[in-house]
């Protein structure tokens, strides 16, 4: 399985960005795909999940302020960011989740395959 992520870039604060991940070999099979992130200096975070059902899970930091959906069809998983911060600043992986698809998994080990990651920064 490959995930290609993109649409990361410069945004001043208050702005939007729509990341993407498009995934590609073993596409056929369920899985989850996940959202991280990881700032200079501090460790790799969760960030937003949706299950192969479309359950949705956040980090309280970004309730209210990002959506993250999926297109079956374009095996895509997009990470809709509005009201963006300066502390929203970091490099954001997609991941997919193959041995859990149907249930709630933040943690990093639970993911099976990584995206290259996009940088994401938030001028103030």
């Known amino acids: 399985v490959q995930l290609q992520a993109s649409g990361g870039g410069l945004v001043q604060a208050g702005g939007s960005l729509r990341l993407s991940c498009l995934a590609s070999g073993r596409t056929s099979s369920s899985y989850a795909v996940g959202w991280f992130r990881q700032a200079p200096g501090k460790e790799r975070e969760f960030v937003a999940r949706?299950?192969?059902?479309?359950?949705?899970y956040y980090t309280d930091s970004v309730k209210g302020r990002f959506t993250i959906s999926r297109d079956y069809a374009k095996n895509t998983v997009y990470l809709e960011m509005n009201s963006l911060k300066p502390e929203d600043t970091a490099v954001y992986y997609c991941?997919?989740?193959?041995?859990?698809?149907?249930?709630?998994?933040?943690?990093?080990?639970?993911?099976?395959?990584w995206g290259q990651g996009t940088q994401v920064t938030v001028s103030s």
């Open positions: 991941a997919a989740d193959f041995k859990y698809p149907h249930r709630a998994a933040t943690a990093r080990a639970t993911y099976d395959y």
């Open positions: 949706i299950n192969w059902t479309g359950i949705r």
